[in-house]
């Protein structure tokens, strides 16, 4: 880049405060928000998470938090610094899904919230949302999701019947936007379970969902809230315009194509999905177990820089022969599929664990051909 341009990235034009409430309109459109709020937080996805902990933290609730990866913890940890009393629900082998029946049984004790992971990018699973969240309804328990991972990637419904309480959005992953920005949908029964920290003295936290009502859904919206990079926010605008371009249910089909090649090539290879079916198999990223006695680190090595696959390690405290094959955002393409499958299994050949690439790659392409 000359010198010349790079002054347009040192100081990008404002953005009006008018374009800044279409973005949130728009995202809350994306997830059928309806009658629910979308609110900007500039901030990188978890520091949403970490404003609506702490707000919902401070009422004090009885809180079921569903903990399917480090995610989920640390929401917990949140909670329970501002005085939420805290049980954890992690499902019997870590990094596979919660059952509905599992949660359900758990709600039986009585909770004020339920808070949970709905994708996992961790691990390639997808919690069961549309069933936690009715029950979670039919008891009066507020439900609170994080769908950073999952907006644009699995069908997401934030308002309505099935809809949750308060959901957290990032644009950075399947809605391939930037990363320095995300959104919360906060419906009433969210709202009502916000409360401010007794002990705060400050006019202004960085991580509050009230005060952004307050500075920005309460006023007369002529003037955007703090300084959000314009960067994020051109960036925000400039994905939405794709996302709209293409559709939503087109970028959700486009994913979940993805994970469906990806999946019957990993079964192809005569290797193991790491979930048990494609309802909860993520549509970022599949997950699978390398053959026992495989290096899992040098099987990742191989195939991203020999082969130029996407491939990922999942994270400590998970199955140490899991590996994930990305398919995010522009990724979620045949040619990422292909890619990620061939590297695999080149690798894997490579290092004395010969998969049938044959098979593999033929399946991928079929399910694309049908
Ligand atoms: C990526 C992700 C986040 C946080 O996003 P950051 O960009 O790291 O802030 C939160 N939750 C889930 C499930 C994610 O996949």
């Known amino acids: 880049m000359s010198g010349r341009q790079s002054w347009a990235w ?22 059928l928000a309806g009658d629910a709020d979308t ?11 970490e404003a609506v902990a702490r707000e919902l933290g401070a009422g004090g609730p009885r809180v079921l938090n569903v903990a399917t990866s480090q995610y989920g913890y640390l929401f917990g940890q949140w909670l329970s610094e501002e005085g939420a009393t805290v049980t954890t629900l992690a499902p019997p082998v870590p990094g596979q899904p919660v059952t509905a ?9 009585g909770y004020d919230v339920v808070s949970f992971v ?3 990018a961790a691990t390639g699973i997808v919690n069961p949302i549309d069933a936690i969240v009715t029950q979670a309804r039919r008891r009066g328990v507020v439900s609170v999701v994080d769908a950073v991972a999952s907006v644009g990637a699995e069908p997401l419904r934030a308002g309505g019947p099935t809809g949750a309480d308060i959901v957290v959005l990032g644009p950075q992953k399947a809605l391939a936007g930037p990363a ?10 969210g709202w009502k379970a916000l409360s401010r920290p007794t002990r705060r003295v400050a006019t202004l936290s960085s991580v509050s969902l009230l005060d952004i009502r307050r500075d920005w859904l309460d006023t007369d919206h002529s003037a955007i809230p703090g300084t959000p990079a314009p960067h994020e926010l051109w960036a925000l605008e400039a994905a939405l315009e794709a996302v709209g371009a293409e559709g939503v249910d087109a970028l959700v089909a486009r994913h979940r194509l993805a994970a469906t090649a990806v999946r019957a090539g990993v079964q192809g290879l005569g290797l193991r999905p790491w979930a048990d079916d494609l309802a909860q198999a993520s549509g970022l990223v599949t997950g699978l177990l390398l053959p026992e006695g495989a290096d899992r680190q040098a099987v990742v090595t191989l195939g991203r820089e020999h082969f130029g696959a996407d491939l990922v390690a999942a994270p400590a405290g998970t199955d140490e022969q899991l590996v994930k094959i990305r398919h995010t955002g522009r990724q979620a393409s045949f040619e990422a599929v292909l890619a990620g499958l061939g590297g695999l299994a080149g690798a894997l050949s490579r290092l004395g664990h010969p998969v049938d690439a044959a098979t593999g790659l033929a399946a991928a392409v079929e399910v694309y051909a049908s």
């Not at 029946?101 to 039986?108: G, K, N, P, R």
């Not at 320095?180 to 029964?189: D, H, K, L, P």
Request: net charge negative; proline share 5%.
């Open 10 to 31: 040192a100081t990008p034009p404002a953005f009006g405060a008018q374009a800044y409430a279409r973005l949130a309109e728009r995202l809350g459109e994306l997830v």
């Open 39 to 49: 609110v900007l937080v500039p901030g990188e996805a978890i520091v949403a998470l």
């Open 101 to 109: 029946e599992q949660v359900v049984s758990a709600l039986a004790n």
């Open 118 to 120: 709905h994708g996992e």
């Open 180 to 189: 320095g920005i995300s959104a919360v949908t906060i419906g009433e029964a």
